[in-house]
């Protein structure tokens, strides 16, 4: 009997196997963390080789450490960063660069070039997204342009990809250069309207179709793992962007719901359907998945740097020893002393799409501590957040009734709560917060039967708290009204 799924979830920090059970339970884990690469200011890369080998690894470990066989794994799922640009030889496998990772910024003369040439309403139009070096096709136009490689990618000889497809290539039976319709709807490079590369956009940046994947549904058997992988072979059964597959593992199956996943960076998505929703408030029309040829649409808004700012106080600032020491810190504080961070590390994402922006921290005075700046850093993540929901209940004319959250950092009770008073809306916490993982895994278990349907998976999901609204909405405004200045100093600064 083939009891168990397993989640490949790639991330920017680090890769995870995750096992479930058929009731959607998260029976174990395994971690493997990885460098970052930065070459220059704004600049961020990624070995190839180390997602690779973190990935495999963690799926292996966490076969070895429950004792299960391969012949009780129905299916494997994968999700994965997004945006993150890989290029390789196509006969050799062997990467011509580091993987331009998707908070890199090298980029955005193209994007600046792109605009001056008027495909900016085209991009807005076909893609659905915003012209921002945060999506694929400038990182490829770069590698492409810097390395001299034009010749070579029209003749085939080169394959791009997302991780989903470096993946897929390096771990999946036969090679398929393929990516899934979520993955490629992130790269600026595919008309979500015709699910197919954009040849006006192609040819603007001097990308040859033959150096591009085959665009594949979000659920379906990709093929076999390479059997040395797990001892034997397994279907590799979804691909989906991890954002996307939060969405699904949060069980936003219908128009209109709203989950916000609390990582690197945050990330709000909406489920709008089976028609894309053209944003008027700086947000991307993207597409959430497609099975059985049936494509569900989502509007997103972005956060560049989330969960990344409390890894800058531990790992570059030394304020805190562990993620968890935030949450005590900042609740040690009546409130945060006036203190501001905007953590603009690498440009402020949706609404603003400001490249240039960079961080600051402001209103620091004598009496300003510790606790003061990770304080700080927290609500910081919960200013972005509301900044997101704003813009999409504009869009949307919808008003959300809860959000679901997920991710490393709403585990964070303070932060979950300040998100409540922030948004005065309601904030539901899942009994499984990996969603992303389970996401992945539920998208894989319908492809392999595990499951029938939709309806089959909706009851997966289950509440574990529910964090209710209680700040006076005089001192909720005051927040961030707050926030909103120190966001205006961040951009001027960079002005």
Known sequence: ????????????TSSRAVLFDRQGNALAQH???????????????????????TQTQALRQLVSATGIGPQEIAAVGLTNQRETTLLWERDTGKPVYNAIVWQCRRSAPYVERLCAQGFEQHIRDTTGL????YFSATKLAWLLDELNLHARAQAGELCFGTVDTWLAWN?????????DVSNASRTMLFDIHTMDWDDTLLRA????RAVLPEVIDTAGVVGELKADILGAAVPLASMAGDQQAALFGQ?????????????????????????????????VSTVAWRIGKTTTYALEGSVFIGGAAVQWLRDEMGLIQSAAESETLAASLTDNGGVYMVPAFTGLGAPYWDMYSRGLIMGLTRGSGRAHIVRAALESIAYQSVDLVEAMARDSGVRPKE??????????????????????????????????????ALLAGLAVEVWPDLAAVSGIWRQERRFEPTMPQTARDQALLGWHGAVARARSRAE
Request: contains cysteine; aromatic residues 8%; charged residues 10%.
């Open 1 to 12: 009997m083939q009891h168990y799924i397993i989640a490949m979830d790639q991330g920017t």
């Open 31 to 53: 971690n493997i963390e990885y460098p970052q690469i930065y070459p220059q200011p704004g600049w961020v890369e990624h070995d190839p080789a180390a997602i690779l080998g």
């Open 130 to 133: 915003i012209p921002d070096a």
């Open 171 to 179: 771990m999946v039976q036969g090679r398929p250069h393929v990516t």
């Open 205 to 208: 940046l001097h990308i040859p």
């Open 251 to 283: 069980a936003c199956y219908r128009l209109g719901m709203l989950k916000n996943t609390y990582g690197t960076g945050c990330f709000l998505l909406m489920n709008t359907g089976h028609k894309p929703v053209a944003s008027q408030h700086r947000l």
């Open 403 to 440: 959000l679901r959250v997920d991710g490393g950092a709403s585990a964070n009770g303070f932060l979950m709560q300040y998100q409540a008073d922030m948004l005065q809306t309601p904030v539901v916490r899942p009994a499984v917060t990996e969603t992303t993982a389970l996401g992945a």
